[in-house]
């Protein structure tokens, strides 16, 4: 099956610095990730998404780009706010028998200093 | 539009105990996923359905955990008998169709004591 991985697990930046998480996924056959925001207690929110016939995506001040060779995307965030401070998850989401599977990395805390 | 709701939002149990879970999906949304997120770690997908039918339970450790939606809405997961290492949070989420973002409930913590 599917398996990401996902580093840093922890991350701090002073505030206005760029902070940048990386994914791995091991099927050639993922079609879309998928990256989540989750504060504390709260549910997991899509903040940005990329499809493999993309290899790069831009909203304000998160980007996200893929390797699809390498098998890797990222997630940038410029310009760093304290309320960026959160757990950040990527996902990689495969056709399995007629189905999307999606697999879940393990989450880069993010925090950043004022 | 309504989000994914989910009840209870807490609880704690004894160990050997029951307890179930209830998830109200956003309304049209076919396809519907139960996940546990223990401590720490991203979710792990239980089980899927797609309407009424189940479409992955490949990680549900079925001696103890169960799950239904019955009508192809709403459903229900269910721990029987619970163990410590069950404690985390679980999550609902549905989408409208297979191929479309994932929106999640705010979970359901549970604490095994």
């Known amino acids: 099956g599917e398996n990401v991985e996902q580093h840093p697990s922890t991350l701090s930046v002073q505030e206005g610095d760029s902070a940048v998480i990386k994914c791995t996924y091991s099927?050639?056959?993922?079609?879309?990730f998928p990256w989540y925001k989750q504060e504390l207690g709260k549910r997991p929110q899509l903040i940005i998404d990329?499809?493999?016939?993309?290899g790069e995506k831009k909203d304000q001040r998160i980007a996200v780009t893929l390797n699809k060779t390498a098998k890797h995307f990222s997630l940038h965030i410029t310009e760093t706010q304290p309320e960026d401070s959160a757990v950040y998850f990527c996902?990689?989401?495969?056709?399995?028998?007629?189905?999307?599977?999606?697999?879940f990395g393990i989450g880069t805390k993010l925090q950043v200093i004022p | 539009e309504a989000g994914v709701a989910q009840s209870p939002r807490y609880k704690i149990i004894e160990k050997r105990q029951s307890v179930a879970f209830w998830c109200n999906p956003i309304?049209?949304?076919?396809?519907l996923y139960w996940y546990q997120q223990i401590l720490g770690q991203g979710p792990k997908l239980l089980i899927q359905?797609?309407?009424?039918?189940?479409?992955?339970d490949s990680q549900l450790p079925k001696d103890r955990f169960s799950a239904e939606r019955l009508k192809g809405v709403d459903s229900t997961l269910k721990i029987q008998p619970a163990k410590l290492e069950d404690s985390a949070v679980y999550l609902c989420?549905?989408?409208?169709?297979?191929?479309?973002?994932?929106?999640f409930g705010p979970g359901t913590r549970l604490l095994v004591l």
């Open positions: 996902a990689a989401r495969v056709n399995s028998g007629g189905y999307q599977k999606v697999t």
């Open positions: 990329i499809r493999s016939n993309v």
């Open positions: 989420a549905s989408t409208q169709g297979v191929v479309e973002t994932q929106y």
């Open positions: 359905f797609q309407n009424n039918g189940v479409v992955d």
């Open positions: 099927d050639s056959a993922s079609n879309y």
């Open positions: 309304s049209g949304h076919a396809t």
